[in-house]
């Protein structure tokens, strides 16, 4: 069974702190894509990877950055977590660049910035 | 600027009866449609998609509606099922564009 894991299900954070966040796919995707799902807005994309060491901005990528530094592998940073972080974020993978084919998410990270 | 919309953000339905979830997109260059289900504490999970070419779609008893024209689709649930309770996000891209989702519209199935 295809599978998007992500680490921490629930984090609770100081506001200030650098806040990493994990996700590992073992579907041999070369799209990777990091979401944050807010209640009246719904899913909005922060940033995506095409390939290892590549990234781009999505709609969102003001106040987080991203690492590929393996295929199975993306990481989204907060380089220095506020309380307007404060979301869900998901994580899914993808065989093609734009989810034409859909996503497989996982189970998402509950962040909480104090 | 919204691209995709939903603009019930919850819908109630008795069970067995059906559960109609209505999305509406601006961008005439997408060209496929998606539809996704997500329970509490889970990840959104793919349901049923559509290409610009298609007006239907069907799977068990789940249809997915394209109005080219009205830029609008619809995902149909029939019969419901208290199982079905779930938020529904519709998304949208091509033309260059990655997927749009829409807010997303919480569906309550009663026994």
């Known amino acids: 069974d295809v599978k998007v894991t992500q680490s921490s299900r629930y984090l609770v954070k100081r506001t200030g702190e650098k806040v990493f966040l994990e996700c590992v796919q073992d579907?041999?995707?070369?799209?990777m894509f990091w979401y944050r799902q807010d209640p009246g807005l719904g899913l909005r994309l922060i940033y995506f990877?095409?390939?290892?060491?590549?990234?781009e901005k999505g709609d969102i990528p003001e106040g987080y950055s991203v690492s590929r530094e393996k295929k199975e592998r993306f990481s989204l940073i907060l380089e220095s977590a506020s309380t307007n972080q404060t979301s869900m974020y998901l994580c899914a993978s993808s065989s093609t660049g734009t989810g034409k084919d859909g996503y497989t998410f996982g189970s998402g990270t509950r962040l909480t910035v104090v | 600027d919204q691209q995709v919309k939903q603009n019930s953000p919850s819908l109630s339905v008795q069970e067995g009866r059906i559960s109609i979830l209505n999305c509406d997109y601006t961008?005439?260059?997408?060209?496929?449609f998606l539809w996704y289900k997500k329970y509490p504490a889970e990840g959104p999970t793919f349901l049923i998609s559509?290409?610009?070419?298609?007006d239907k779609n069907e799977d068990g008893r789940f249809t997915v509606f394209l109005n080219k024209s009205a830029k609008h689709l619809s995902l149909h649930i029939v019969p419901s099922q208290p199982g079905d309770s779930a938020v529904y996000f519709c998304g949208s891209g091509g033309g260059g564009f990655k997927t749009i989702f829409g807010a997303g519209t919480r569906l309550f199935v009663k026994a």
């Open positions: 579907m041999d995707h070369e799209n």
């Open positions: 961008n005439s260059m997408f060209d496929y």
């Open positions: 559509i290409s610009s070419i298609k």
């Open positions: 990877s095409y390939d290892v060491k590549m990234k």
